[in-house]
């Protein structure tokens, strides 16, 4: 999304990224004309009229569960994206028994959360299994 | 359900509920809520709609229409820029 109208992105897909992405970008480009979006989520930047390089991840229910706010120069990391929604996925798929430590990704350690892992996490757990 | 027509008049992209706000009334709420924001992780998103263009096609998107799935909302600044 960004203030940008959906016949900017139609030409900018047609003309730029249809040569990056075989058959162009597969997911909806929204237009958020007047900023009302990006203000609502608190990225659009009134002094530039752009909205800044903000990235929510939003779960079934509707709930943010995760974002990240970078200013203009500085891209992304999708592999680190991908990697939250399913450490995400795996929190909610537990409900919230088994939570993923730093670095996590599918197949590592997770954690058991409760009384009895409070100050013993370094029994199960170090900054060698990221 | 008849598909809206998307077309330069169709309003932008608009918080679901949302009232348009009078110039006085905005600018007077903007000194009022510095600081404020009803945005946070583990609380829900605000629904919105706005046009899309989508695989050769306008369109329009409702953010509550996703529910049940997983997703993922990019802001950038702008199109034909580099980053």
Do not use: A, N, R
């Given at each position: 999304m960004s203030v940008d109208s959906q016949f900017v992105h139609k030409m900018w897909n047609d003309h730029e990224l249809s040569k990056m992405v075989a058959g162009g970008v597969p997911f909806p480009m929204l237009a958020d004309a007047a900023g009302h979006l990006g203000t609502a989520f608190g990225v659009y930047d009134d002094q530039a009229g752009v909205d800044v390089r903000g990235r929510f991840i939003i779960d079934p229910d509707g709930v943010i569960q995760a974002m990240e706010v970078l200013t203009p120069p500085v891209g992304r990391r999708v592999a680190e994206t991908i990697r939250q929604i399913k450490a995400f996925q795996h929190v909610r798929a537990t409900k919230g028994a088994e939570v993923t430590p730093s670095g996590?990704?599918?197949?590592k350690k997770v954690l058991h959360p409760g009384p009895d892992l409070v100050g013993r996490v370094w029994e199960v757990w170090s900054p060698a299994d990221e | 359900m008849e598909e809206p027509a998307i077309g330069c008049a169709r309003p932008t992209g608009s918080v679901v509920g949302a009232r348009p706000a009078a110039k006085n009334e905005a600018s007077t709420r903007e000194k009022g809520e510095?600081?404020?924001?009803?945005?946070?992780?583990g609380r829900p998103a605000p629904d919105f709609t706005a046009p899309a263009y989508h695989k050769g096609a306008f369109t329009q998107v409702k953010l509550?229409?996703?529910?049940g799935k997983w997703v993922v909302l990019c802001f950038y600044p702008g199109d034909f820029t580099f980053v």
């Open positions: 996590w990704e599918p197949g | 510095v600081g404020v924001s009803s945005i946070m992780v509550s229409d996703l529910l």
